[in-house]
């Protein structure tokens, strides 16, 4: 038996390997006539410069990812798009608690050298551990 489908939410960090990702969970969306909804987690020091002069990188806003569903073709997406962005220190678990409504989850990842990979979990793999809903993985270039 398949399960219904009525809301699916897509993780985005808003970087540029993302289309493959954006176009499944696009993909899945229309598959299942599912509402869509779009989640970055922010740092809580995102835009900030710390004290060591380095940067969690920048502030994701909306007009950013309304401009990568624009940028990849999905701007019939906009008028029915849910996004969300919390902030948080560690993101699965806010994710995880974003998901809680969801049906299904679409993660990208970037594959981890084989040192890295033997001492820790990716952060798409504590995502999955965490959340109910089903998980689908996205390979990223």
């Known amino acids: 038996m398949v399960p219904d489908i009525n809301k699916i939410m897509v993780s985005l960090l808003c970087s540029d390997d993302e289309g493959v990702v954006l176009d499944q969970a696009v993909f899945f969306a229309e598959k299942f006539d599912a509402s869509l909804v779009a989640i970055h ?10 004290m060591m002069m380095d940067s969690p990188g920048p502030k994701i806003t909306e007009d950013m990812i309304k401009d990568m569903f624009v940028q990849h073709g ?18 699965s678990k806010t994710i995880a608690e974003h998901a809680q409504d969801v049906d299904m989850l679409v993660l990208g990842h970037r594959k981890m050298n084989t040192f890295k990979a033997s001492f820790m979990d990716s952060v798409d793999e504590g995502i999955a551990n965490l959340v109910s809903c089903p998980v689908v993985v996205i390979q990223k270039n």
Do not use: C, F
Not at 74 to 91: D, F, H, M, S
């Open 41 to 50: 987690v922010n740092d809580t020091h995102a835009g900030e410069m710390s």
């Open 74 to 91: 999905y701007e019939q997406w906009l008028k029915k798009l849910e996004i969300r962005i919390p902030e948080g220190a560690i993101e």
